[in-house]
């Protein structure tokens, strides 16, 4: 009887243990085998849209090139000493239709320092855009804007392309961009902590010392902007350090194109580029003829 038993609890043990590896080894194979066929088909996908490419394409560019040769060295100069006035003056300067930054200058390095070190003297908010920034005045009277980091570089924002909040890298990643393409219409900008309760607070405008608070000895600002909300603000942390973008405030007035390849931002209506053969021909067309009238009014 106890033999029977015990051969019953060996049967029901071998039993569920067989169940509850192949289930295991079920799931586990389903999904890697889905992860691959999805990735060989994105590959697969861009191999295809290879055959579509000019043969212009074909031949890889040399990455090396003068202009970006020139701007690394010119990065780690250090040329203007004494006064930041000077170091302002200068890229103040180089502003004009066509460009923001002149970067065959050798006082690229010294503006990208400015913006990294000079002491804040005056911290205000900053209403343009939709979202939390601040506009704060570094010493020698330059303004720049300071976008906080919101996330960690590792954090994955699920959603729509456009969720989450401004990654505050991308401006900085732009700005070498520019350089490499050699497009200097992206505003200079640097990754600089700063604290909240000793470089921003002393020096705080009215308004923006409104819009902050203490949490324990922090200091947490939700400023005045389209998305800001008070349940939602940037805090430093427990160093009293917040790290973000410092970038160049270009003192003129700019105008605002729409980008030909803007997103609809409904989940469900496509974009003209999205849908259309023939648009990127016209784009090309009018960025030709607009090309022609500015030479032309030259
Ligand atoms: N470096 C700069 N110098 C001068 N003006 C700037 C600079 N950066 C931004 N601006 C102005 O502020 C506006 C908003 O900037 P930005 O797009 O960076 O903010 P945002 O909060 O992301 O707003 P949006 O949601 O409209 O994109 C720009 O359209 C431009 O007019
Ligand atoms: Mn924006």
Not at 154 to 174: C, F, H, Q, W
Not at 213 to 237: A, L, M, S
Not at 247 to 270: D, E, G, H, M, V
Request: contains cysteine; positive net charge.
């Amino acid at each position: 009887m106890l033999r029977k038993r015990k051969l019953l609890i060996i049967s029901i043990v071998l039993i569920v243990t067989f169940m509850v590896t192949t289930n295991y080894l079920l799931t586990r194979l389903t999904t890697a085998s889905e992860g691959d066929t999805e990735i060989k088909s994105i590959h697969e996908k861009i191999y295809k849209e290879l055959e579509n490419l000019s043969n212009k394409y074909e031949i890889r560019k040399p990455f090396e090139d003068e202009i970006t040769d020139t701007f690394i060295k010119n990065i780690n100069t250090f040329t203007v000493e004494g006064n930041i006035k000077n170091v302002w003056q200068i890229a103040n300067s180089w502003v004009s239709k066509t460009m923001l930054v002149d970067f065959m200058s050798l006082h690229v390095g010294s503006l990208l320092l400015a913006l990294k070190k000079s002491k804040i003297i005056k911290a205000d908010l900053d209403g343009r855009g939709t979202q939390l920034k601040l506009l704060l005045t570094l010493e020698g009277h330059q303004d720049v804007i300071f976008k906080p980091k919101w996330y960690e570089k590792e954090t994955i924002i699920e959603g729509p392309v456009y969720a989450g909040k401004d990654r505050y890298g991308s401006e900085i990643v732009g700005f070498y961009l520019s350089a490499i393409l050699n497009m200097p219409l992206t505003p200079c900008s640097v990754e600089r902590n700063i604290s909240l309760t000793y470089e921003i607070m002393p020096v705080a405008t009215k308004r923006l010392i409104n819009t902050s608070f203490i949490i324990g000895n922090r200091t947490c600002i939700y400023g005045k902007c389209f998305y800001c909300k008070k349940e939602d603000p940037i805090c430093e942390d427990k160093n009293f350090s917040l790290y973000g973008a410092v970038i160049f405030n270009i003192n003129a007035s700019l105008k605002s194109y729409r980008s030909p390849w803007q997103r609809t931002y409904k989940k469900n209506k496509k974009a003209v580029w999205e849908e259309s053969d023939t648009y990127c021909k016209l784009v090309l067309q009018v960025l030709q003829v607009s090309i022609i009238t500015t030479s032309l009014s030259k």
